[in-house]
């Protein structure tokens, strides 16, 4: 079940390099870019290593500076290469409609249960995630940036599971 680029087994390290390989080729610096297959996803700090396998979901978590303006970006895609299990399905789904709805960021300035108000022009991550071992982890992180009367998503890379 282990996934093959260019004939040889595709591990996390491997698409880790490439992805920082790119990203390099476009004046932006990766570190701790998350690749995360399988059970790892269900770690949300861990980096992943190893084969990446066929029905599992692989956590990608990438958040690069641009070298050029020092700022940050931040993404997370979840995908499963072939058919995902109806458990992994209705986890991706769920993670999906809540990160549609909003849920609690963990840094300041924060979406939550506190006093700090969030004002125009302030950019936040929506990153929900659940994680059940035997099953996989699931993220989806967008960037958005609050204006007022909402939040424009300044992500634009789609949001795709089965790939």
């Known amino acids: 079940g282990a996934l093959l680029l260019d004939g ?3 591990t996390s390290e491997r698409l880790r390099r490439r992805v920082h390989r790119t990203l390099m080729d476009c ?3 990766g570190e701790h870019t998350i690749i995360a297959g399988g059970d790892q996803g269900c770690d949300p700090h861990q980096v992943g290593f190893g084969p990446l ?4 979901t692989i956590v990608i978590d990438i958040f690069p500076r641009d070298e050029t303006s020092g700022y940050f970006g931040d993404l997370t895609r979840t995908v499963c290469k072939g058919q995902a299990s109806e458990a992994m399905l209705r986890l991706y789904q769920t993670v999906l409609e809540a990160q549609q709805l909003g849920l609690e960021i963990h840094e300041r300035p924060s979406i939550g249960r506190r006093d700090e108000v969030l004002g125009s022009g302030h950019i936040v991550t929506m990153e929900p995630g659940l994680y059940y071992r035997g099953t996989g982890g699931v993220r989806i992180e967008d960037t958005v940036v609050v204006c007022e009367g909402g939040y424009e998503n300044l992500t634009t890379l789609p949001k795709v599971f089965e790939v």
């Open 8 to 10: 040889a087994i595709l």
């Open 27 to 29: 004046d932006s610096l």
């Open 53 to 56: 396998r066929a029905c599992e």
